[in-house]
């Protein structure tokens, strides 16, 4: 993708994101830009902190260069949700918001907070996007959001160092998992640090267990309720989880340990300054972590492997992503559906791309914008498995059960981890919260 642009009569070379051309007044930029909004100021609320915040930024900062509007950024946290509709009822709605569960957009689409998506985003979104992001971005056949972000949620990440030093190379199935993991341990290290704090990381535990032992077939019902989750094939997944959350050899900090841990600290904990774990499960966003808070080489002293195939089942690929949204209720609407259009294009994908820790379902954004070779295989994965893919089953369930912290499936899990011996009663317990939120 060409990052820089020449406009005639200027007399400087400038980033493409920010061209403008010299002289007063609204002008198109070669990319098409304007700055009809200059002056104006929207703001974007979503869940990102830290690294994934900072970097998610420079992409607010380059629609201010192309538009000359402002874009300020309020983190939510976990509770997207709630912290949403009380801004609503306080009068105060944010004007984007980037939200990382399907169950939330539906819920907001139900509510009426959500303004449809202009005819210039949904034309992007129908040619540069696989069908099923257009999919989990619409409610009853009214598209609502762009996913500009997503995940490869079936991704174990590790320090190359770690498993040489234990002799072990990257697993093929969960068996082989668990044993390089007590190899990891025997060799000085913590096999695994698990973010316990965060309860969202444990439902991406189980749903690649669940997937890939139960199968697409079954994971879809399970995720759509017309199953329930005292079902034998959650029972099953929850025991062969229990397995890993009961071996305090496995587990940094053992229970205790991971309940304390939230997502950076599980990173920090394989890729920091004081190493306490081999490997860290999670998404492709490790990577942004790894990288930009801890100096480390995607690649080279970090690296990953595809999360393993589960009692004889095939890998799982399980996906996720944030979607921006625009709110009936925000003071400028103009604008906010003109940075909702921007994050529908590859170039608003390339900035975040050239961060790091970051891919984009645009399958128009050159997979040369990524500043690695890991990530480019782990973007072309997802760009190749098109519609094949599982959308994350918590995002797709209702915010009180499957988004929400110190509620619903996230608590269980985080229960569940505290004491895994007893699968049944726990699946009994998620069925419980599940049932209450789907009726809700």
């Known amino acids: 993708m060409t990052r820089r642009l020449i406009l005639a009569g200027c007399t400087a070379l400038t980033l493409a994101l920010g061209a403008t051309a ?9 990319n098409g830009g304007d700055k009809s909004l200059n002056g104006q100021t929207i703001t974007v609320a979503g869940v990102w902190s830290g690294a994934e915040q900072k970097n998610f930024q420079k992409v607010l900062d380059a629609f201010s260069a192309k538009t000359g509007a402002k874009a300020q950024f309020v983190s939510t946290g976990d509770n997207v949700s709630t912290v949403v509709g009380s801004k609503i009822e306080g009068g105060n709605a944010p004007d984007v918001v980037m939200v990382p569960q399907v169950g939330v957009l539906q819920q907001f689409a139900k509510n009426g907070w959500l303004t449809p998506l202009s005819k210039t985003a949904e034309k992007s979104v129908d040619t540069d996007f696989a069908s099923v992001w257009k999919h989990y971005g619409s409610v009853e056949n009214t598209l609502y959001g762009v996913y500009f972000k997503a995940a490869h949620k079936s991704t174990v990440w590790y320090s190359p160092d770690a498993l040489d030093q234990a002799g072990v190379k990257a697993p093929k199935t969960y068996a082989e998992l668990l044993k390089a993991g007590r190899a990891v341990s025997d060799s000085g290290l913590s096999a695994f ?22 199968g697409p077939q079954t994971y879809d019902q399970l995720a759509g309720h017309s199953i329930p989750w ?8 929850l025991t062969t989880l229990g397995k890993l959350f009961a071996d305090k050899q496995l587990i940094a900090g053992g229970q205790k340990g991971a309940l304390s841990t939230d997502f ?17 499960y999670e998404g492709d966003f490790v990577a942004g972590v790894a990288k930009d808070q801890f100096g480390r080489k995607i690649g080279e002293d970090a690296a990953f492997f595809p999360f393993p195939a589960v009692d004889g089942g095939d890998a799982p690929v399980v996906s996720g992503g944030d979607a921006a949204v625009a709110l009936e209720d925000g003071k400028n609407k103009k604008a906010a559906m003109a940075f909702v259009e921007f994050l529908a294009t590859p170039e608003a994908a390339a900035v975040w791309a050239e961060a790091g820790g970051f891919l984009s379902p645009n399958k128009k954004l050159d997979l040369k914008s990524y500043g690695d070779d890991t990530t480019r295989q782990t973007a072309k994965s997802l760009i190749d498995a098109g519609d094949s893919v599982r959308f994350d089953m918590s995002d797709q369930a209702p915010a009180a059960f499957g988004g929400t912290k110190g509620a619903g499936e996230w608590k ?10 007893d699968p ?14 789907y009726k809700g």
């Open 424 to 437: 049944k009663g726990t699946a009994a317990k998620l069925e419980d919260a599940a049932t209450k939120a």
């Open 264 to 280: 950076p600290g599980s990173v920090e904990k394989v890729f920091g300054p004081d190493p306490e774990a081999g490997m860290v």
């Open 230 to 237: 005292t079902d034998p094939s959650v029972v099953k997944a």
């Open 193 to 214: 640090a698990v973010a316990g704090e965060d309860g969202w990381t444990l439902t991406d535990w189980f749903e690649n267990i669940y997937l890939s032992q139960a």
């Open 412 to 421: 269980l899990l985080q229960d569940f981890l505290r004491d895994p011996s």
């Open 22 to 30: 010299c002289g007063s007044g609204p002008v198109t930029t070669a």
